[in-house]
């Protein structure tokens, strides 16, 4: 059966998938991890014209390194989640002063990078060297639970019997793997979604096990969206906005003027601070140099 499902979901990938940038020919590992740090969380619209910046600005992982942090920091605009810039820019000075300016191909060595987990250590692997490897995002665990679970969704962290029945589905030849790892994401993303499943274009509806049970309704624990509007990650956004708009260090008085709740405001620049995306001096606050 596994192997059924596979070879449909290649089939379907070959003709129906999204042309992404970071998909096409001649694309460099450095590029793909790129592309893996600015998808975690952030859908992938909102990450093509970043990624081409960062691309264009630092085609390799040198280039990056070179530039103090707060570059990275600005140059992430409002991707969300700043935190990733840095963690890309110390992945970037990692790998120019212990790997010679290359991706490591190895997948320890990967996973060792700083800001580097499994998931993205998988994924550099798969995608940049064409290795067999799980790769586990949230798409490929809603794709392999609803198909061989027959389950809405996966747990909220990955179990082993989880990580067990994904490796059935693994095919052996490692470029074919890398490939499946590929389509069974992008068959979560555009196809098999969390809320809306297009289970009528779906390649392997006839064998999808949650639908032949009647799409049993998820019995977990709620799964409840992620806000936004008003919280402390919109008031850091705000923060944070100011001083990429800044070269100069903006003055204490006038960087509270970002957001209207004082206390808030006073909470976010804190966590700024203690998480290394701007800096306190005698003239006021900015990115890190």
């Known amino acids: 059966m596994t192997t059924a499902v596979v070879s449909a979901v290649l089939r379907w990938y070959g003709s129906e998938a999204r042309d ?76 120019d002063h212990d790997h010679d300016g290359e991706v490591p191909a190895d997948l320890a060595a990967l996973r060792a990078l700083p800001g580097v987990g499994d998931y993205t250590a998988a994924a550099v692997a798969s995608f940049g060297f064409g290795q067999r490897h799980l790769v586990l995002d949230t798409n490929v665990r809603r794709v392999i639970t609803r198909i061989g679970a027959g389950l809405q969704y996966p747990a909220t962290s990955l179990s082993a019997a989880e990580r067990a029945l994904a490796e059935t589905f693994l095919p052996r030849p490692a470029p074919r793997a890398a490939r499946w790892a590929a389509a069974s994401m992008e068959l979560g993303a555009v196809v ?32 409840r969206g992620q806000t936004y509007t008003g919280t402390d990650r919109q008031c850091r956004g705000a923060v944070l906005a100011v001083l990429r708009e800044r070269d100069d260090p903006v003055p204490a008085e ?18 700024l601070i203690t998480d290394g995306l701007i800096t306190e001096g005698s003239f006021g606050y900015a990115l890190p140099s």
């Not at 793909?32 to 975690?40: A, C, G, H, R």
């Not at 809320?195 to 998820?218: F, Q, T």
């Not at 006038?254 to 966590?271: F, H, K, N, S, V």
């Open 192 to 223: 098999c979604t969390a809320r809306s499943p297009r289970c009528d274009v779906c390649p392997v509806r006839s064998r999808c096990a949650w639908r032949a049970a009647g799409y049993p309704a998820w019995a977990g624990p709620p799964r």
């Open 20 to 95: 992404l940038p970071w998909r096409r020919p001649g694309t460099t590992p450095w590029q793909i991890m790129i592309s893996e740090f600015m998808l975690q969380q952030t859908p992938v619209a909102r990450v093509l014209e970043p990624w081409q910046r960062w691309v264009d600005r630092w085609p390799v992982p040198a280039a990056l390194a070179a530039e103090p942090s707060g570059e990275a920091v600005r140059a992430w605009g409002r991707l969300g989640y700043p935190r990733r810039a840095l963690r890309l820019h110390r992945a970037a000075v990692a790998i």
């Open 254 to 271: 006038e960087l509270a003027t970002a957001w209207p709740d004082q206390d808030q405001y006073r909470r976010a620049l804190a966590g």
